[in-house]
């Protein structure tokens, strides 16, 4: 079992960037693809991005194209979030992931691909 932690949340106007880290720990950091999630009060868990096991591949949501940018540094155990651009629709609890399986669900994955999760940390973007 893989324990996951989040941080770097907080609250930033819109038009404004934050780094989200989640670090891995207690089990082979590797053995994982690391996604993020996000949910919004009274709304579904949403996919925000995903990437494989070298950090070579990588999918996102597409609300969150060509703002978002997911990636992991192994050495760390820790997978990272830039968020650019933010929007107040962006708002939301964000949740780290980790699954042991790659599935060819493109910009598709679903939170039932993942089997570990974190406790989710708060970003809120302002006008």
């Known amino acids: 079992q893989v324990q996951l932690v989040e941080s770097g949340g907080g609250a930033v106007q819109a038009g404004g960037s934050l780094r989200l880290s989640c670090v891995a720990s207690?089990?082979?950091?590797?053995?994982?693809?690391m996604g993020w999630f996000r949910q919004a009060p009274g709304k579904e868990r949403e996919f925000v991005g995903v990437v494989s096991w070298s950090g070579e591949e990588t999918y996102y949501g597409d609300s969150v194209k060509g703002r978002f940018t997911i990636s992991r540094d192994n050495a760390k155990n820790t997978v990272f979030l830039q968020m650019n651009r933010l929007k107040p629709e962006d708002t939301a609890l964000y949740y780290c992931a980790a699954t042991t399986r790659w599935f060819m669900e493109g910009s598709r994955w679903s939170g039932d691909h993942f089997e570990s999760w974190g406790r989710g940390i708060q970003v809120t973007v302002y006008s």
């Open positions: 207690g089990s082979t950091f590797t053995r994982y693809v």
